[in-house]
């Protein structure tokens, strides 16, 4: 079979069994891999009610058809979950050498379920599977992890993704990281602490065969081509921090725990800046032309790789102006497995509660706004879960509920999950984005923000006719995450289904029609909104912070502007009925048989396909 | 931080109008009627100091994003600077503009014709765009404005050349004489209001006076803006605002054309090579609120023209 192993790998820590299962055509079909086959084997395994820290919790580690094809951008696996953040789906992706390498073991997904008695690690070849002892392990960051595992195989071409601290921690916002990048969002590496699960450890030499390798060729060749060219200019020549600057200029860059969009520091904080005082030097994902990554150092010497999400969270969202703190900081993080997004944002929600004297333990321990002794204090005690980082490692929303009403109004998180760095008051389409998507607050599932910057709509007006176009966008956004294709790549796309079709029918052999290819996006979209449903959501759950609904922006050029409570409901209402859904946003029966998912009698399905049982060691 | 570029004024370039491709040069030429006598100013028009440049200059130059094609009609022994345009000299001199249309029409490449005159400074570009669009059925396209017709800010079609030399044989001087002879479509002042409320197309300078005052009203209605670069443009260009100013009824084709001659490095990267749009990896922003990158986008005095990355992915 082209494009895929057809093998699934199921490894059940707490027996210490491992068993092959056969992926049927239909499923890669229907779900490609990455995210889609990441949430077809999450809905079809996970217990409906299951804990997130529960054994039965399963951890998916999917590949995709187009990874390893030597297509540019293309070297990434997902991660998907139950989120012991939000409690729903939690899907994330991670990229580079890892990606290739558990590819190349032969599995194009690895469920993880049970949990260990002791901290282990999973091994993993085309012919080997064991799980190894870690506790010499626990308590290293995943960058010390990943090299005494390559050190113990006396093989650096053993890759690792590992969690920190905060994830043994089950901090509810710990990521799971390989070569310096994170699965970051909704506490995958909580979960995988939770298993007593310090790594995953891979090692393949099984290529994956294309159907039309000259057709590939072909595509690999103009993508490359186009990935070098001006489409892509930002992300080769500064990377993502150079949003810093341009959104505090449009209001757009959120301050102050969303107090504000614009930011007095942000030119110091800007990306021009930044490669101006302190760059290190460029990196990129394995298999990538267009190499986003900038390392920054710190004046102490450390050398951090900065994206706009860390930038903003660590630095405006808690006030900080000075560009050496948030170095630093987003080293903590790194170091300790944290997301820097949650981080920020629940660091931003105790400055604010200090501030305002709801939480007078947090004042008094001079938790406030701009202070860089705060910040870099709050992250080792968040990841380590002591003293007020205790409470700040259940993310702001557990946090705000303990401290009271007032608290929970500041606290920014949609689902559970704190806010990106985009302020959806002045984006409106951005703001139906985050308060639908189905992993919480999430700017990538969608990409809405797009929509706002493109021009083809009023940012600042909230009408119903963005659902169309928000759930065009995720859908968008499913298929390039399924199959995988990085998102800094979408531009160099003309026609994107069209020519994704294609390129997946090279790789495949299977004919796609553009639009059964943007059905894909659709199924995957829904499922993933089936298995929150499983999981108990509920109208409510789709919405925004009380700040945004009842505060107009103070400062920038948008200031003044507000989004209303009716506004959004109506946005929503749009959205539920681009997708076929009903009014509370329900998935209707006929949806489910039209796009042939959520059949609860396939729960069982990956249970009986198993091929062969193999013993792990431990 | 950067430094900010001093401000300096800058000559006008270009703007453009509702077309049907933006962003592209118009397959039509443009004729500028320059042998006139002058005898009213006291010295060559076309010499004209305007916009810290010779009028003609200006005018060829505030004309080029638009035609593919100009061409410069100038008296027999008539010098002119240098200007990137076909100069033709007329061979029996002050024929009047039915003798000016005819040199220009026959050196014209193209088949659509643009006439104006070299002392009508006040060029709209969106208005001439609109007069080249309306040529399609009919072989002129004239103004109608205070009252009369306005043969020399009008288009023909090249092959009404032929008409033109039989009138010359008999002398017969007044372009409107054309008009009865073939499908003349007049443009009323209500279209022409919808692109130059005042009328400022067929002002004229005559005189040392009317020159004055054209200079004068020149200054005034210039658009003083900035330009705000991000990202990539601000590395390459290695300032992060430029202001400019830009000649009345400027467009964001006007700015880009400055910026561009401001800063030659952002030209093939930045600003596309022919200096009238961004290039594909670029998005513009006016003010902050108004996303586009329509050429035609009018400027006032006081806007920010904001250059950033298309992609605001992060
Ligand atoms: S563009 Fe950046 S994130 Fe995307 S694959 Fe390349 S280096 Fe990785």
Redesign the interface.
Known sequence: MYGFHRRLLWVELSSGTASWHELTEARLRAFLGGIGLGTSLLYDCAPPAVDPFAPANPLILASAPLVDTGVTTTAKFAVVTTSPLTGFIADSLSSSLFALALKRTGCDAVIITGAAATPVYLFLTEDRVELREAAHLWGKSAQETAAAIQQEWANAEVRVAAIGQAGENRVRFATLSNEGRHAGRGGIGAVMGAKNLKAVAVSGQRRVQVADPDGVEAFATVLRRKSL???????R??G?V??V??FN???VLPTHNFQQSTCEAA?ALS???L?TTRFSRVHGCASCTIRCERLFRALTGEEQRL???TL?ALGPLCGIADPEVVVRAAHLCDRYGLDTISTGGTIAWAMECAEKGIWPAARTQGIRFGSAEALLSLIPAIATRTGLGALLAEGSRRAAAQLGDEAQRWAMHVKGMEL???EPRSLKTLALGLAVSARGAC?NRS?A??VD???QVD??RAEPGRGALVAAAEDFAAVLDSLIVC??LR?CFDNFFEQAADLLGAVTGWSYSAEELRRVGERINTLKKLYNIRRGWQPHDDWLPPRLLSEPLPT???QGTRLTATELRGMIQGYYTARGWDAQGFVPEQKRQELGIGNEESLSGVANIWHTRVSVGG | MFPTMNDVLLPSSSCLSPLPRRGEKQNASAIILAGGKSSRMGRPKALLPFDGEPLIVHLVRRLSPLFADIVVVAAPDQELPAVPATVVHDTVAYQGPVGGLYYGLQAARTERCFVTACDAPFLNLPLIAYLLEQITDCDVVVPFWQERLQPLHAVYRRWVVALLQEQLVRQELRPVALYTKVRTREVSPEEIRRFDPEGLSFRTMNTPEEYAAALALWRARRVVCTVELFGVARLKAKVASVPLTLPPGATLRDAFAALAEQIPDLVGSVVTADRQGLTAGYACNVNGTLFTCDPTTPLHSGDSVLILSNDAGG
Do not use: D, Q
Request: aromatic share 16%; no cysteine.
């Open positions: 060219g001006p489409l892509t200019a930002k992300y020549e500064i993502t150079a949003n600057a341009v200029r449009l209001g030119e990306g021009e800046h490669l994206e706009y999400e903003f990106p760095g985009y700017h990409g923000y797009e910057f493109s021009g940012r600042l998102k800094f531009k920038g050029v948008a």
